[in-house]
T-cell receptor, first 115, second 113 residues
Framework: AQSVAQPEDQVNVAEGNPLTVKCTYSVSGNPYLFWYVQYPNRGLQFLLKYITGDNLVKGSYGFEAEFNKSQTSFHLKKPSALVSDSALYFCAVRDMTGAGNMLTFGGGTRLMVKP | SQTIHQWPATLVQPVGSPLSLECTVEGTSNPNLYWYRQAAGRGLQLLFYSVGIGQISSEVPQNLSASRPQDRQFILSSKKLLLSDSGFYLC????????????FGDGTRLSIL
């Protein structure tokens, strides 16, 4: 079965500094990977995905993610953090075992960007 | 473009009362539909998913049920709510291809008193 791990419950960065939110995965076969962001009392918003091709994927709001097959990682990055980036971030992997295009989510990482 | 609507946004219900949460999708046809519950602002628990009208798969046994009476309508129900049913309920949709993300509604905050 597939799984996703987000090893940090919370990440703290200063505004203007680069940020990284970590994600590692376990799947059989080629992974389809996704990042989402959730603001308070809102649903999850899709940021970016990796399906195939270039290992560096660019997404919404200046975020990007680097797929590393040998390390089974898909870390989310941004060169310069904004206070408005403070939110809950989820990594997810496509479940290839059944119908329904289901996703397995990590437990989430809270990003706090301080002015 | 596609949109997803959930209502109500917040709901306060007494223990033992019934529940009906509704989710509708616009701008697409034959979507996959999902109900999730999120406790304490953290991880997501998949409750139900549907790949077509009348087709419901349950991921977690509980006192909740789901129905899909129309192609783009997904309903979460309960006959008798428990305190443990409190949480943030999220509906999502996706297209049938595995390369596309799921898209989420803005959720319903359910409090059981």
């Amino acid at each position: 079965a597939q799984s996703v791990a987000q090893p940090e419950d919370q990440v703290n960065v200063a505004e203007g500094n680069p940020l990284t939110v970590k994600c590692t995965y376990s799947v059989s076969g080629n992974p389809y990977l996704f990042w989402y962001v959730q603001y308070p009392n809102r649903g999850l918003q899709f940021l970016l995905k990796y399906i195939t091709g270039d290992n560096l994927v660019k997404g919404s709001y200046g975020f990007e993610a680097e797929f590393n097959k040998s390390q089974t990682s898909f870390h989310l990055k941004k060169p310069s953090a904004l206070v408005s980036d403070s939110a809950l971030y989820f990594c997810a992997v496509r479940d290839m075992t059944g119908a329904g295009n289901m996703l397995t989510f990590g437990g989430g990482t809270r990003l706090m960007v301080k002015p | 473009s596609q949109t997803i609507h959930q209502w109500p946004a917040t709901l306060v219900q007494p223990v033992g009362s019934p529940l009906s949460l509704e989710c509708t999708v616009e701008g697409t046809s034959n979507p996959n539909l999902y109900w999730y519950r999120q406790a304490a602002g953290r991880g997501l628990q998949l409750l139900f998913y549907s790949v077509g009208i009348g087709q419901i798969s349950s991921e977690v046994p509980q006192n909740l049920s789901a129905s899909r009476p129309q192609d783009r309508q997904f309903i979460l129900s309960s006959k008798k709510l428990l305190l443990s049913d409190s949480g943030f309920y999220l509906c999502a949709w996706s297209s049938g291809t595995g390369t596309q993300p799921q898209h989420f509604g803005d959720g319903t905050r359910l409090s059981i008193l």
